[in-house]
Structure formats: structure tokens, C-alpha cells
T-cell receptor
């Protein structure tokens, strides 16, 4: 059973703060890791992917991967109210199969 | 920017009726998927399709479900006899690599309501 676990939240942060979203996965064969943002009633939208240990930065977003600990996180700097959404962690395993976590609901308070 | 197109955006059907959900994946992608999301719940994998055949399916994808790529561009999900619990958002996705793009690209979804 391939599991992807996320804290469902809700996570609330004030505008301008750093939001930290965490995800753990069970399958050590997982190859790539993705963060998607989903607004209510909309489809998931890819924010970032990472496949090497360490940090990867893209604008206000930083993805962090630790394969030894089977842990991936997403940091959002200078959080904005428009960042309020559900953030889905997804893990890509052999065969290009994706498994999603349940998502973390983030609210950025103006 | 290339996108995955799904039609219709919303479908209401009576229990027991057949529905076909349509998707046009990104043209140079080779892997295609259907996912569903029941309101308030997680995105659940249904089926993956590669090289004109199913490569993997979940336990949700029972005999009531089928997929086809009838003409090389469309990718369809058929539910033969809908049940109330099939009410959900159905997302098509395609996977590929390319300039700056890696990972699934989701369509905007079809909201299926079974009454």
C-alpha cells in the first residue's frame, strides 16, 4: 500500500509570514515529488516538483526533499491571501503512477 | 500553454444511466489518467493508460468503468450504470516531459452528479 500522508490542517498564517506544509510517503521507490495547489471546485495546479535531495526554490516557493526520512515539504514565503487553497503532495512511483495525499488546507489571513 | 480539455464541465444523470466523460490530453503526451475526487475528499487514482491499453487500475475501477482512446486524440471514461456514489469531480490528466513542464497536467474536471 503506497501512502502519502499530509496534515489536513487547516493551517492559518498571517499575510507575509512563511507557511510550511509537510508530507511523508511510504514507498522508498518513489522517484519524484510534486506539490499541487487546488482551489475549491477547481482542478489541481502544479506548483513545483523535486526529485533530488535538498532544496529547490522557485520564486516564493521552496520545496525540500529528504529521501532518507521519506519527507518532502513546501515553504511559501511572504504568504498572500491568494495563496489560500488546499495543497496536495503527490508522489511519482515506478510506472509513472501518482499517489496523492489528502491535502493541507491553508488560509492566509490579511 | 498546452492544456488538457475536458467536456462536459458538469453532467447530471439518473442512477443506472451510462455516462461518457471526454478528455483531450496534451498532444505529445503519452500517459493518460483518470482521477476522481468526491467532494471534500482526496484525489483518487482510477486508471492509467499507455500505448493504447490500461497500464494500471485501482480497485475503484471495476467492471462498470471503461476507458478508450477512440481516435488518437480523445480519451474517454465510460461509466456503464451510474450509482449515487459515483457523484464526484472526475479529472483527466496527461503526463509528459518537455520544456519547463514535468508532471501531470490536469484538465479542469467534469462534475458528475448522479440523482
Amino acid at each position: 500500500q503506497k501512502e502519502v500522508e499530509q496534515n489536513s490542517g487547516p493551517l492559518s498564517v498571517p499575510e507575509g509570514a512563511i507557511a510550511s506544509l509537510n508530507c511523508t510517503y511510504s514507498d522508498r521507490g518513489s522517484q519524484s515529488f510534486f506539490w499541487y495547489r487546488q482551489y475549491s471546485g477547481k482542478s489541481p495546479e502544479l506548483i513545483m516538483f523535486i526529485y533530488s535531495n535538498g532544496d529547490k526554490e522557485d520564486g516564493r516557493f521552496t520545496a525540500q526533499l529528504n529521501k532518507a526520512s521519506q519527507y518532502v515539504s513546501l515553504l511559501i514565503r511572504d504568504s498572500q491571501p491568494s495563496d489560500s487553497a488546499t495543497y496536495l503532495c503527490a508522489v511519482n512511483t515506478v510506472g509513472n503512477q501518482f499517489y496523492f495525499g489528502t491535502g493541507t488546507s491553508l488560509t492566509v489571513i490579511p | 500553454e498546452p492544456e488538457v480539455t475536458q467536456t462536459p464541465s458538469h453532467q447530471v444523470t439518473q442512477m443506472g444511466q451510462e455516462v461518457i466523460l471526454r478528455c483531450v490530453p496534451i498532444s505529445n503526451h503519452l500517459y493518460f489518467y483518470w482521477y476522481r475526487q468526491i467532494l471534500g475528499q482526496k484525489v483518487e487514482f482510477l486508471v492509467s493508460f499507455y500505448n493504447n491499453e490500461i497500464s494500471e487500475k485501482s480497485e475503484i475501477f471495476d467492471d462498470q468503468f471503461s476507458v478508450e482512446r477512440p481516435d488518437g486524440s480523445n480519451f474517454t471514461l465510460k461509466i456503464r450504470s451510474t450509482k449515487l456514489e459515483d457523484s464526484a469531480m472526475y479529472f483527466c490528466a496527461s503526463f509528459g516531459t518537455g520544456k519547463g513542464i514535468y508532471g501531470y497536467t490536469f484538465g479542469s474536471g467534469t462534475r458528475l452528479t448522479v440523482v
